[in-house]
């Protein structure tokens, strides 16, 4: 499973667009989120570069100190390093975000295209239940499909995987719809082309070119929900370092051990933020290109 | 007789200190009562924004100065906001290109020329009410009293225009802009409007009269005012500037104007393309010539919503002969496009048969035309759209070459050759159409159109969103083509003038119906059906 992190850490993804357009530069805003999400790549990849401190080595007399110089961000109920499980968290939280919004676009993509392609029967099955699915909200759908299958970092991310497809399908199939009727492919057809050779060579590459930048949002959102499933205890389970289950864990000392809730949650809130941050400044950027 | 507008040396720049564009660059023009000035330029010489300066909407970014900036003895240049705000639609009125795209479409036209009358006048409702009546009246609108409910929407492209007018004489403006106010209306309702400015120039308005187009300024204005780069380059009474023009660039611009030029004969000053050893194209000769495509009896229904029909095509019959050119002229809605989409095998006919070379055509298998489709080209109106967006022209071109397999030396051999021939420089091979301007992205339809080698084209508009200037490029550049490759061209247009200077022969529909056929010269010289007539009549010429 070494796709989800050289997916993140490609860094063709962040300067296509400049590419496309030399004269834009890049903004602080950009350089802050590609710089967070490298290191949290990073430290998901080689966490030894960060801590050497094995995450889950308990050390009662250690227990609830808070944050000082040998453990920056203090330590739990079993005398764990703090620091050291938030860096050794980025791996699960990471690739649960990742893997989730991969399968959730698979999926799209599938549902999607044979929607935007399909015969009319065809497209209104699939639209009919992509509105059922939408109705629902999102982390709901996760829940049934845990209670179907049973909790665990896997079906979790499947979870939150089928969770978002839907909402993928639907913008992937109007997007294939929006494009198929366009002129240029229209003249396509006058040139002679094929309906197979005009669909891949000119309705899916302009109908899904805004799908990658959506993809990009939707990790940030994948990340919340995969914390938001381990915070409930249906992710990944203690002892695992896991920043949704860290949170879990530590919400019963909050009163008195902030450090157990409080650095977790920030690294939540970084590694969305900072995916959110560079999807939108994509997104802003291939509209520039566009229009 | 004191000048309702006086401006002088106006000077507009846009953008930062690193960016700069001048896009006005020293005019000055006074405007008397009662008289019309025409700002006549192509894109971006700064007749619009020189118009907008005297409302202060020049625009985002821009830094306007001047020595004198003058409506009604008021100084613009030294006003606020809220002052500019009043001088709006009570001193100076704006009539703008596209009143679909200028009225709300979400509220009746009679509220949208109400809402100046209630922010600018302390008149009770009924009274408002009666203007807005007395408005429509007076912009010849028909049926003022139901018009004034319905949405901008549901009114015809004239109507729509009218609307806009009453706004914006609906508080009696000393000035009125009208900034290319018929460009996207046909012949006749262009002529009823631009009367229609006519008389509310003679009822005591100025009126600043801005377009592209000497031809339809000619009637209207009483002096003109050639602008280029920022720059008047040349301004007098009508007649003189028409008629005996003394800059270049004005004698350009009239050169260019198709009406009543003779077939074949060049309306751009330059060689459209460096290399021009071509000849004037010769009347044929041949008295029975090959008919490549005919169309007999075309019809198409469309379904509209309630369960209506329209009759978009009703049993056209039309013949396309080698190395000639069929016009195809009407107004919108007459059913012309939907003619060129069945003759391209993308509409189906609902009854009728389009035959190629003899054999079937449409209806027809896509299939079974497939192999047959290099025999036919096609060049539309918004040749941007028909790019696919992510694609430089070389590889517009390189994929209509080799019929979208990779690209060898032959294919970029092929691709020089197209460009060469349509006089594009090799600079623009790795450019995208969208960095293109209008005239270059014609052009690379054009060379895309001539990849297959066709023996048809058919041109859609293929010139309708370009300048006067670029317009005659790209009509000298089709007519050169035609001669060296001997082309058949479909060439549909509204304009009267293009039709009649690129046509051998003239099919003039209307409301989905042929009304009249025929050589062309017979067609626009005596026209015998009384609508050809009306067309020809209201065509605007010098």
């Known amino acids: 499973m070494s796709l989800p992190e050289t997916d993140l850490a490609q860094p063709g993804l962040a300067s296509r667009p400049t590419a496309t357009r030399p004269g834009a530069r890049v903004t602080v805003g950009e350089v802050v989120a590609i710089g967070v999400l490298a290191l949290l790549a990073l430290a998901a990849i080689v966490p030894g570069l960060f801590t050497s401190v094995d995450p889950l080595a308990i050390s009662p007399t250690e227990a609830f100190q808070s944050p000082n110089t040998a453990h920056w961000f203090g330590t739990d109920e079993s005398g764990r390093d703090v620091f050291a499980r938030t860096i050794h968290g980025a791996r699960s939280s990471l690739l649960i975000g990742v893997a989730a919004t991969a399968i959730g676009m698979a999926l799209a993509l599938i549902l999607g295209v044979m929607g935007g392609i399909g015969a009319k029967p065809l497209d209104y099955t699939v639209t009919r239940v992509g509105e059922v699915l939408f109705a629902l909200p999102g982390l709901l759908l996760a829940l049934i499909f845990i209670a179907i299958v049973g909790p665990g970092m896997m079906t979790a991310t499947v979870a939150v995987g089928i969770s978002t497809a839907p909402g993928y399908a639907r913008i992937i199939r109007s997007q294939i719809r929006a494009v198929r009727t366009a002129p240029f492919v229209e003249a396509a057809t006058v040139l002679g082309r094929s309906r197979f050779f005009t669909l891949r060579r000119h309705i899916l590459p302009n109908a899904l070119a805004p799908i990658f930048v959506l993809a990009t949002l939707g990790v940030g959102q994948a990340i919340v929900w995969a914390s938001s499933l381990s915070y409930l205890g249906l992710g990944a389970v203690p002892p695992a370092a896991e920043w949704g289950a860290m949170l879990s864990a530590g919400r019963s000392y909050i009163s008195n051990a902030w450090w157990l809730t409080v650095f977790p949650g920030i690294f939540i809130v970084l590694a969305a933020g900072a995916a959110t941050a560079l999807g939108r400044s994509m997104q802003a950027r291939t509209r520039q290109v566009e229009r | ?542």
């Open chain 2, 1 to 542: 007789m004191s000048a309702v507008v006086s401006v002088k040396d106006l000077r507009v720049v846009f953008g930062s200190s690193s960016r700069q564009v001048q896009a006005v660059d020293g005019v000055s023009f006074e405007l008397a009562a009662g008289e019309c000035l025409a700002l006549v330029g192509e894109s971006g010489s700064g007749k619009s924004v020189t118009a907008r300066s005297l409302m202060g909407l020049a625009g985002a970014g821009a830094t306007v100065s001047a020595d004198a900036l003058r409506v009604n003895g008021q100084d613009i240049l030294g006003m606020r906001q809220a002052q500019l705000r009043s001088i709006r639609g009570r001193e100076v009125g704006l009539i703008l290109q596209d009143a679909l795209v200028s009225l709300d479409p979400l509220r009746p036209i009679g509220r949208e020329i109400d809402d100046s009358l209630r922010l600018h006048t302390s008149l009770t409702p009924s009274a408002r009410r009666a203007r807005v009546l007395e408005l429509l009246e007076a912009v010849q609108m028909p049926e003022p009293e139901q018009r004034m409910l319905q949405r901008s929407g549901e009114l015809s492209g004239g109507l729509r225009q009218r609307a806009l007018i009453a706004s914006a004489i609906a508080l009696n403006p000393a000035l009125l802009i009208a900034d290319e106010p018929t460009t996207a209306l046909d012949v006749t309702i262009q002529a009823q409007i631009l009367a229609l400015l006519g008389e509310l120039k003679d009822a005591g308005t100025s009126l600043l009269l801005i377009s592209h187009d000497l031809a339809v300024v000619s009637g209207t204005a009483d002096r003109v005012a050639v602008l280029q780069d920022g720059r008047i380059v040349e301004e007098g009474a009508t007649d003189q500037v028409l008629g005996a023009p003394q800059h270049p660039y004005t004698q350009a611009l009239i050169a260019a104007i198709p009406s009543g030029r003779a077939r074949g004969e060049r309306l751009s000053a330059e060689p459209v393309r460096k290399s021009s050893t071509l000849s004037r194209p010769e009347p044929i000769a041949s008295a029975t010539p090959e008919i490549l495509m005919r169309a007999s009896d075309l019809t198409k229904r469309f379904q509209l919503r309630h369960g209506e029909e329209l009759l978009a095509v009703d049993a056209v019959s039309l013949e396309l002969e080698a190395g000639r050119t069929l016009g195809l002229v009407g107004e919108s809605g007459s059913g012309k496009t939907t003619v060129a989409r069945m003759l391209l095998g993308l509409t189906t006919p609902d009854a009728g048969t389009a035959t190629l070379l003899g054999q079937p055509w449409n209806p027809l298998p896509e299939r079974e035309r497939r192999n047959r489709r290099a025999l036919l080209g096609a060049i539309y109106q918004d040749s941007l759209s028909s790019f696919d967006p992510r694609f430089t022209v070389e590889q517009v071109l390189t994929d209509a070459v080799t019929g979208g397999s990779r690209g060898n030396a032959a294919a970029r051999a092929r691709v020089t050759e197209l460009l060469d021939s349509v006089g594009l420089p090799s600079s623009v091979r790795t450019r995208r159409p969208l960095h293109l301007s209008g005239g270059q992205r014609q052009r690379v339809a054009i060379a895309r159109a001539l990849a297959a080698s066709p023996k048809i084209i058919i041109c859609d508009e293929p010139v309708s969103a370009l300048d006067v200037s670029v317009q005659a490029q790209v009509l000298d550049l089709l007519t050169d083509l035609q001669s060296e490759l001997g082309l058949s061209y479909l060439f549909i247009s509204h304009d009267l003038g293009v039709v009649q200077h690129m046509s051998d022969a003239v099919a003039v529909m209307r409301d989905g119906r042929i009304v009249e056929h025929g050589p062309a010269t017979e067609v626009f010289d005596s026209p015998d059906h009384e609508y050809t007539q009306r067309l020809v009549a209201a065509a605007p010429r010098l």
